[in-house]
T-cell receptor, first 110, second 113 residues
């Protein structure tokens, strides 16, 4: 069936360095790609999203890029800080549903 | 926060008992969803609703039923709870289906003993 693959499952970076999380999707008709951040014990919260008519979107230290030809999209976090430690989920709209990646645990090392 | 609340926040129940979780929204959004979240499985869709009395199954619907008698309320019922249904349950809402981000409730941690 349709799916979204997310890599890596765990990412450990030094504070101040950049982090990149990648997702691939299977349905070429997908047109909406959100990213969520979930802190320990909390609800998932939308941090950034992108639609298929643009290739990149930025919001301060976070950015998302989309390559529709290759069917993959990525989350970029620059100048990582301790508060960026969380689990990040990508999703893609497939048949009017959001299909979720399995999540990436981001660890920021002091 | 964001006009969506779940109750209860925590519940411990015995195997074989029925359990109902409630999701209440004040955003007047058409779409409501129930997910379960387990380690290693991410978010899995149980059921969703696209209007009052209009619901459909997700990928892990066995053992669960839902009802939506009012726009603002979406109930999830475990008809006869099993230990495999121990999980964190999240409700979510959206204005459009698959074209907008979802807003999640705070979750219900359910333990079946």
């Amino acid at each position: 069936g349709e799916n979204v693959e997310q890599h890596p499952s765990t990412l450990s970076v030094q504070e101040g360095d950049s982090a990149v999380i990648k997702c691939t999707y299977s349905d070429s008709a997908s047109n909406y790609f959100p990213w969520y951040k979930q802190e320990l014990g909390k609800r998932p919260q939308l941090i950034i999203d992108i639609r298929s008519n643009v290739g990149e979107k930025k919001d301060q230290r976070i950015a998302v890029t989309l390559n529709k030809t290759a069917k993959h999209f990525s989350l970029h976090i620059t100048e990582t800080q301790p508060e960026d430690s969380a689990v990040y989920f990508c999703a893609a709209s497939i048949n009017y549903q959001l299909i979720w990646g399995a999540g990436t645990k981001l660890i920021i090392k002091p | 926060d964001a006009g969506i609340t779940q109750s209860p926040r925590h519940k411990v129940t015995e195997t074989g008992t029925p359990v109902t979780l409630r999701c209440h929204q004040t955003e007047n959004h058409r779409y409501m969803y129930w997910y379960r979240q387990d380690p290693g499985h991410g978010l899995r869709l149980i059921h969703y609703s696209y209007g009052v009395k209009d619901t459909d199954k997700g990928e892990v619907s066995d053992g669960y039923s839902v009802s939506r008698s009012k726009t603002e309320d979406f109930l999830l019922t475990l008809e006869s709870a099993t230990s495999s249904q121990t999980s964190v349950y999240f409700c979510a809402i959206s204005e459009r289906r698959g074209e907008d981000g979802y807003t999640f409730g705070s979750g219900t941690r359910l333990t079946v003993v």
